[in-house]
């Protein structure tokens, strides 16, 4: 998951959930960020479920269908 923030107010916060017991990973987009956050993203694990949808979601077949063999 990527985010970026643009413009906030001084009172804005953000509060992150990572199941499975991971946690995050900030990278900036930096040249030499790579390739340790392509390997990264490659081990993201399949979820069980669609966040939005449910077990019979969309997101299994789009993710099926966006992911690069090296």
Same mark, same amino acid.
Request: with cysteine; proline share 7%.
């Given at each position: 998951?990527? $985010?970026?923030?643009?413009?906030? *107010?001084?009172?804005? *916060?953000?509060?992150? !959930?990572?199941? !499975? ?5 900030? %990278?900036? !987009?930096?040249?030499? #960020? $790579?390739?340790?956050?392509?390997? %990264? ?19 299994? #077949?789009?993710?099926? *269908? ?5």
């Amino acid at each position: 998951m990527a $985010h970026k923030n643009i413009k906030a *107010s001084d009172d804005f *916060s953000c509060a992150g !959930g990572y199941p !499975g017991g991971k946690d995050f990973d900030i %990278n900036y !987009g930096k040249a030499d #960020e $790579h390739p340790k956050v392509d390997e %990264n993203i490659e081990q993201v694990p399949m979820p069980d479920t669609d966040p939005v949808f449910g077990k019979g979601g969309m997101l299994f #077949e789009y993710w099926k *269908s966006v992911v690069v063999t090296r």
